[in-house]
């Protein structure tokens, strides 16, 4: 089994943190994603860096950690300023609660490791509650569950984010000229966008396309483009297929032919 892109998480002074990386190959065994050189593995290997420089700087080890120290954890990254002597800071409220979960799930591992039953929970050194939620997805109903610590600041109401209007799209394309060096880089961005608005896919997916899937979109009767799925737990490769219209693959193809070829 490949295991390519799993991050190695060290301490500051330049020691693997081995039970870090125990933890993280863990996580890739239970199916967390490595995709785009990291995916959530990487994600999960940054919020838990945060907890291992507080127990090297208080020269303290993860077992041994009570509730005040992770109250003051807590703390610390809530009050860490965005530039040296501002006011704004780092973190949002809703950032410091996902690391802080994050390294909720990494202590809970490290007493089970330990064999320490008591080092997270209800009446645990780290005073930790278990509470569980349901989400529908594909008209089923999933059960799942988070763990809270009492220091953890309220999350802000998340903004909806509306899809971007054709306006905001015109006004990209007609700047593409005014940035662009070159003719080919004029051509290019132009696609890029209109990859984007006919598809819907995410960045990584549009950055995954390959031209022989243009090609064998635009020989089938349906015009439909395959199209790398990112957002499926796992590391396996899972693909779509969206229904593209032919003016829009010859666009495409004409490109490739004409300007992608040459470089």
């Known amino acids: ?22 933890y993280l190959i863990e996580c890739y065994e239970h199916g967390l994603s490595r995709k785009d050189g990291g995916g959530t593995l990487k994600q999960y290997a940054k919020n838990i860096s945060h907890i291992i420089r507080f127990c090297f700087n208080n020269e303290i080890s993860f ?16 009050a860490e300023p965005k530039h040296a002597g501002g006011s704004l800071r780092k973190r949002k409220a809703t950032q410091v609660v996902t690391i802080g979960r994050t390294c909720l799930r990494f202590l809970e591992y490290i007493g089970r490791l330990h064999d320490l039953p008591y080092l997270i929970g209800p009446s645990g050194a780290i005073r930790v509650e278990t509470k569980d939620f349901t989400i529908k997805s594909k008209g089923k109903v999933i ?62 997916e549009i950055a995954s396309l390959k031209v022989e899937d243009i090609y064998q979109a635009m020989q089938s009767t349906d015009g439909l483009l395959k199209l790398y799925t990112a957002k499926k737990r796992g590391n396996g490769n899972d693909f779509r297929y969206v229904p593209i219209a032919k003016t829009d693959l010859s666009l495409l193809i004409n490109f490739v032919d004409k300007f992608r070829t040459r470089i």
């Open 1 to 22: 089994m490949r295991a390519d892109n799993i991050p190695v998480l060290c301490w500051p002074d330049g020691r693997v943190c081995t039970e870090a990386n125990i």
């Open 63 to 78: 077992k041994d950690l009570q509730d005040s120290n992770f109250t003051l954890f807590i703390g610390g990254l809530q």
């Open 143 to 204: 059960s799942k569950s988070y763990l809270h610590h009492l220091s953890f600041p309220n999350i802000e109401p998340e903004a909806r984010r509306q899809p971007i209007s054709n306006d905001s799209i015109k006004k990209m394309i007609s700047v593409i000229p005014d940035v662009s060096s070159t003719t080919y880089l004029r051509r290019r961005r132009f696609i890029l966008i209109r990859l984007l608005e006919i598809t819907g896919a995410r960045r990584i």
